[in-house]
């Protein structure tokens, strides 16, 4: 029997960016657990599948997982009773994410965890499906099965470089090929996660953080899902300490730390300007420590807390413990909640950027001397997107941090019709589109990455990128509107 029968092979136009929700056996056999083993065992004998899910009846929360490989290392090998209550041998607390999570994220989770399914839930926390590795890999392009081999393989830095432009030369083949924006930049952000996954992995045996509970965060583009050809590192760490112990812990993180941003940078995740590592001593924090940082900004709401805000309100867990950042979130979510006079702050200074267009809809340039007449699609097309999805998920409690997932899930809360958000999305990753296009022509430089001079567009580019500039003044007058500005 083998895994590859968990679940029906997928559609072809099922995708790695497509959902869980839409990729997943939706009926996954379950069993309570009070069952025996022998009633699991049978069950997936009748079912043709390799793994077995236990579930409370009452509430349909997953409690745990038997697989085939439980069967052979818990019952068959030791001789064990299969008349005893399958809760005895379940491996408890599977790994679950939500149905709106993609196959990206459930693979990356995978990868992470060492684990061969991901099981799909509800808002409830209700079992709705489930997902295997082999469910995954058959969405894979054979580019991207090769590539992700090469990064779980790899041993030194030689190898991990290699990679690193290996995934450049798949990305730029699959803008070639004609592969969306959002599709595009998630699986750059995805495969430089399996990259940072592997340098941590490889840096953690040069040093002994045994007894520390830590947690690596990606943060800014990478935390959003939005990686572009032309990106740095941003990134820090979550720890969990004593009172009294912040220190002695942050002394032992710091070096490895540093070490994986050097390894970072070597593989062309250039060090960030502005220090934003995880080998920063101001970002190498305790939970505490983070919860005052946040709270800080919160309070202060001053021009340098609101460039922070832009950045850091972007976190996801990375490697290590994921609890620590879920419970950062809870917590940040709660604590904007309570201080909605920082998020009108927030709304102010995002509006400060306005999409380039004039009165009679014409572009607007802000005449740089090294790039006349270009237009910075980030600074001008991106930010006001991405501004625009931080504030209004901060407000209404959206734990999401990419720009489409925060937009598609505000929008059902505020009322906005399923033609207008599709809109809004699908504007913000043509301005994307836009932005890898030109970085795809530069190829490796930096200056003037996300600069373009619209005359270089035919007619119909150009008004398409109108109308994406207009649906982007639409989210910024929904903030003068919610906000009173």
């Known amino acids: 029997m083998a895994e590859a029968q968990d679940a029906p092979a997928p559609q072809a136009s099922r ?3 497509s959902t869980l929700g839409s990729i997943a056996r939706g009926d996954p056999v379950w069993v309570g657990p009070q ?3 022998r009633e699991a065992m049978q069950l997936m004998e009748q079912h043709k599948v390799g793994s077995v899910i236990i579930a409370d009846p009452a509430t349909g929360a997953p409690l745990g997982i038997f697989t085939l490989q439980d069967v052979l290392r818990r019952i068959s090998l030791p001789a064990a009773d299969s008349g005893q209550s399958i809760s005895s041998v379940m491996t408890p607390d ?60 790899a041993g030194d830095m030689d190898s991990l470089v290699h990679a690193s432009g290996e995934i450049r030369k798949l990305a730029h083949s699959m803008l070639a090929q004609g592969v969306g924006a959002e599709q595009l930049t998630h699986f750059i952000s995805t ?25 690596w965060i990606a943060l800014g583009s990478e935390g959003r899902f939005e990686q572009t050809f032309s990106t740095d590192q941003d990134n820090g760490i979550i720890f969990a300490c004593a009172k009294g112990e912040a220190d002695a812990l942050r002394a032992r993180l710091l070096p490895f730390a540093q070490a994986v941003n050097r390894k970072l940078d070597a593989c062309g995740f250039l060090l960030c ?15 505490d420590e983070w919860r005052n940082t946040f709270a800080g900004w919160i309070r202060a709401a001053e021009p340098e807390a609101l460039l922070f805000a832009s950045i850091f309100f972007d976190f996801r867990p990375l490697y290590g413990n994921d609890e620590l950042s879920r419970s950062l979130r809870g917590w940040v979510l709660e604590a904007c909640a309570s201080q909605p006079i920082f998020l009108r702050h927030m709304a102010a200074n995002a509006l400060q950027c306005q999409p380039p267009l004039g009165l009679i809809r014409e572009f607007v340039f802000d005449r740089p001397r090294e790039f006349p007449h270009t237009i910075d699609l980030k600074m001008y097309g991106a930010w006001p997107f991405v501004d625009s999805a931080r504030i209004l998920a901060l407000a209404h409690g959206v734990a ?27 504007s913000f990753f043509y301005i994307q589109l836009l932005r890898l296009r030109h970085q795809h022509r530069l190829r490796g430089q930096s200056t003037g990455a996300n600069r373009i001079d619209p005359d270089d567009l035919n007619e119909f580019e150009r008004q398409i990128l109108k109308q994406a500039f207009k649906q982007a003044r639409k989210l910024q007058t929904r903030l003068k509107l919610d906000y009173q500005l």
């Not at 059902?412 to 019709?417: D, M």
């Open 15 to 17: 995708t790695m960016y």
């Open 35 to 37: 069952a025996s083993v």
């Open 94 to 153: 599977p790994v679950s994410l939500g149905r709106e999570a993609t196959a990206y994220q459930a693979a990356l989770l995978m990868a992470r965890r060492k684990v061969r399914h991901v099981l799909v839930v509800d808002d409830a926390g209700r079992l709705a499906g489930i997902v295997s590795q082999n469910d995954l890999y058959a969405l894979q392009r054979v580019g991207i099965k090769d590539v992700s081999a090469e990064i779980a393989g």
């Open 191 to 215: 495969l430089n996660d399996l990259l940072t996954l592997r340098i941590i992995e490889l840096t953690l045996a040069e040093f002994d953080l045994g007894g520390i509970d830590w947690c």
């Open 273 to 287: 300007k502005g220090n934003i590592m995880a080998g920063n001593p101001m970002w190498c924090l305790s939970s």
């Open 400 to 426: 999401h941090t990419s720009t489409a997932q925060r937009l598609r899930a505000v929008m059902e809360k505020i009322a906005y019709s399923a033609d207008d958000a599709a809109a809004i999305v699908d």
